[in-house]
């Protein structure tokens, strides 16, 4: 089944305590890309990556790190949490970046959701 | 930057009844453009898309959506609202020089019986 997997699906921390979110796709997609969703903000775009080893800087990318070493994997990385990223986070991947044949869908995720106490 | 404005974080109709979500953009050049449905502790789902083809869109579920560039606008309707629209309904937007995506703010649809 063609799906995009993210562990864990939730998590509670501590301030300052290192933690990862993984994020898999078997669809041999290109891009992959993070959002956090927050009431009455809507989704905001964290990182995105066009291929392997190559990622860039959404539109809120403060306190995240992302990584592409495999075209399959593309980890959120959160050095030093802050209770401002308490959130929902949602990991999507496409065949290539959607707006360069404009005909490619963003597959999602279920969501992890965190607590940073 | 790209911005993305839903008129409405809450939207209620009855069954049966015509739905009309909102949507506009500020970009001088037409983006691509999409919406997408968030049911209740779920990831995000493709309704439809825009992509500088046909303004009127088909999507999923008995959903269209018209793409206005007059109005900078990309409304989102389905004629016959069904219980099982009850849902979150995400307008967004990538530019067509770019790679990242901005989403609206999101209109929560409720259907009374």
């Known amino acids: 089944e063609a799906q995009v997997t993210q562990n864990p699906r939730y998590l509670i921390t501590v301030t300052g305590k290192k933690l990862t979110v993984t994020c898999s796709q078997n669809m041999n997609h290109e891009y992959m890309s993070w959002y956090r969703q927050d009431p009455g903000l809507g989704l905001r775009q964290i990182y995105y990556?066009?291929?392997?080893?190559?990622?860039d800087k959404g539109d809120v990318p403060e306190g995240y790190k992302v990584s592409r070493k495999e075209k399959r994997n593309f980890p959120l990385i959160l050095e030093s949490p802050s209770p401002n990223q308490t959130s929902l986070y949602f990991c999507?991947?496409?065949?290539?970046?959607?707006?360069?044949?404009?005909?490619?869908?963003?597959?999602f995720g279920p969501g992890t959701r965190l607590l940073v106490l | 930057a790209q911005s993305v404005t839903q008129l409405g974080s809450h939207v209620s109709v009855s069954e049966g009844a015509l739905v009309l979500l909102r949507c506009n953009y500020s970009?001088?050049?037409?983006?691509?453009l999409f919406w997408y449905v968030q049911y209740p502790n779920q990831g995000l789902q493709l309704l439809l898309k825009y992509t500088s083809a046909a303004t009127l869109v088909k999507g999923i579920n008995g959903f269209e959506a018209e793409f206005k560039k007059s109005e900078t606008s990309f409304h989102l309707t389905k004629p016959s609202a069904h219980m099982s629209d009850a849902a979150e309904y995400f307008c967004?937007?990538?530019?067509?020089?770019?790679?990242?995506?901005?989403f609206g703010t999101g209109t929560s649809l409720t259907v009374i019986p």
């Open positions: 967004a937007v990538s530019p067509n020089t770019g790679n990242q995506f901005y």
């Open positions: 970009s001088s050049v037409p983006p691509y």
């Open positions: 999507a991947s496409s065949l290539s970046f959607v707006g360069d044949r404009g005909q490619e869908t963003q597959y």
């Open positions: 990556s066009m291929n392997v080893e190559v990622t």
